[in-house]
T-cell receptor, first 112, second 113 residues
Framework: SQQGEEDPQALSIQEGENATMNCSYK?????LQWYRQNSGRGLVHLILIRSNEREKHSGRLRVTLDTSKKSSSLLITASRAADTASYFC????????????FGTGTRLQVTL | DAGVIQSPRHEVTEMGQEVTLRCKPI?????LFWYRQTMMRGLELLIY????????DSGMPEDRFSAKMPNASFSTLKIQPSEPRDSAVYFC???????????FGPGTRLTVT
């Protein structure tokens, strides 16, 4: 079963706007990761945040983690058409470090 | 590095036939994962290996599915006999160490008619 549920399922914005995607999960975790998947391609790792971290940045990406609410958010600032993709969160439950469970994904469409 | 390599990229087969999917992980990576992605069920972990040893195969849907990793540079996922509901994109991924980003291959799109 899927650990993470993502919200929204689909998001359409214009280039230059910010995009925020949310992920909720069910159990205690070691880490949470975000991946991107372009249509017809494999997943590409974006960022990993550990359970004792609250916020992490990487370029135009900002990830937050609230373990008390079992939720995470991914913010993409100043979006570009090339950011059009599906975005997935993935968690590894406490005690199963290498086994990832992926969320349902958010489909992001960035238009010119 | 060429990344994770999967073959074939596309496979179309008839129900009842045997299907073998292949994966070459990134050199030096000690974990290998097989996933299946469908619209209905999303991305599911089927099985993963550590140092060529299967660690968790609880995601393998049924006995028709089997996976092997005879050495550090090669793994196969076999479906015998195949059924239309096996149609999906199958991904292989690898990583170095237990808690790290996973590197995905381009996937094999399997269609069973």
């Amino acid at each position: 079963s899927q650990q993470g549920e993502e919200d929204p399922q689909a998001l359409s914005i214009q280039e230059g706007e910010n995009a925020t995607m949310n992920c909720s999960y069910k159990t205690s975790i070691n880490n949470l990761q975000w991946y991107r998947q372009n249509s017809g391609r494999g997943l590409v790792h974006l960022i990993l945040i550990r359970s004792n971290e609250r916020e992490k940045h990487s370029g135009r990406l900002r990830v937050t983690l609230d373990t008390s609410k079992k939720s995470s958010s991914l913010l993409i600032t100043a979006s570009r058409a090339a950011d059009t993709a599906s975005y997935f969160c993935a968690t590894d439950e406490t005690g199963t470090a290498s086994k990832l469970t992926f969320g349902t994904g958010t489909r992001l469409q960035v238009t010119l | 590095d060429a990344g994770v390599i999967q073959s074939p990229r596309h496979e179309v087969t008839e129900m009842g036939q045997e299907v073998t999917l292949r994966c070459k992980p990134i050199s030096g990576h000690d974990y290998l994962f097989w996933y299946r992605q469908t619209m209905m069920r999303g991305l599911e972990l089927l099985i993963y290996f550590n140092n060529n040893v299967p660690i968790d195969d609880s995601g393998m849907p049924e006995d028709r599915f089997s996976a092997k990793m005879p050495n550090a540079s090669f793994s196969t996922l076999k479906i015998q006999p195949s059924e239309p509901r096996d149609s999906a994109v199958y991904f292989c991924a690898s990583t170095a160490g237990a808690v790290n980003e996973q590197y995905f291959g381009p996937g094999t799109r399997l269609t069973v008619t």
